[in-house]
């Protein structure tokens, strides 16, 4: 069982490169959310998906493309990389949807970017 | 802007101690309270989830929850050094979505 999946674990980009993060889960969830978290400030939400076929901007949103592929897969796309990007990317998924009991997160590893 | 306000830290205690982590919180309409702990360069890990007012064990753990005051705080009684990690306060937003507005974190340091 393994929950939520992310890759890479780590990247280093140049300034202005494009690259995709990828998230993945197996819990038939139907909520997914795209976090970053940065020293002191935090997990801030950049982008989430209530249910497969929906997407919506979070708190810092600028910079930032998803993709809701499907029920299971939910992407992170850079389209050009800044270093006020470098952070650790955090996947997560929930499975509740409406007004149903809310659980909570389960977190992916995170991805570790740097961008120099 | 919604906000989840923890002290940073970092909080020293000494094994065995009752280590007390509190957090405030600004939305009111908030229901639904979560502390998470994260061990350096790992992910967030559910610990407590807490949704009414008063208090809710979990072994060492313990919830606690005061709505008038926007108040959230979790105790982990007989502290191990195996706790020590950053804790993090999150409120589920109002507003449906069930996205969840976390808190800085309080790092915890327990000592043998």
């Known amino acids: 069982n393994a929950g939520v999946t992310q890759t890479p674990k780590f990247q280093v980009l140049k300034t202005g490169q494009s690259m995709t993060l990828q998230c993945a889960q197996d819990?038939?969830?139907?909520?997914m959310y795209w976090y970053r978290q940065d020293p002191g400030m935090g997990l801030r939400l950049i982008y989430y998906?209530?249910?497969?076929?929906?997407?919506d901007k979070g708190e810092v949103p600028n910079g930032y493309n998803v993709s809701r592929l499907n029920k299971r897969e939910f992407s992170l796309r850079l389209e050009s990389a800044a270093p006020s990007q470098t952070s650790v990317y955090f996947c997560?998924?929930?499975?509740?949807?409406?007004?149903?009991?809310?659980?909570?997160?389960?977190f992916g590893s995170g991805t570790r970017l740097t961008v120099v | 802007q919604k906000e989840v306000e923890q002290n940073s830290g970092p909080l020293s205690v000494p094994e065995g101690a009752i280590a007390s982590l509190n957090c405030t919180y600004s939305d009111r309409g908030s229901q639904s309270f979560f502390w998470y702990r994260q061990y350096s360069g790992k992910s967030p890990e559910l610990i407590m989830s807490?949704?009414?007012?008063g208090d809710k064990e979990d072994g060492r753990f313990t919830a606690q929850l005061n709505k008038a005051s926007q108040y959230v705080s979790l105790l982990i009684r007989d502290s191990q050094p195996s706790d020590s990690a950053t804790y993090l306060c999150?409120?589920?937003?109002?507003?449906?979505?069930?996205?969840?507005?976390f808190g800085a974190g309080t790092r915890l340091a327990v000592h043998p």
């Open positions: 997560a998924s929930s499975g509740a949807s409406g007004t149903s009991i809310f659980y909570g997160y389960t």
């Open positions: 999150a409120a589920r937003a109002a507003g449906g979505y069930n996205k969840l507005i």
């Open positions: 819990m038939n969830h139907n909520s």
């Open positions: 807490i949704y009414s007012n």
């Open positions: 998906s209530a249910s497969e076929g929906t997407t």
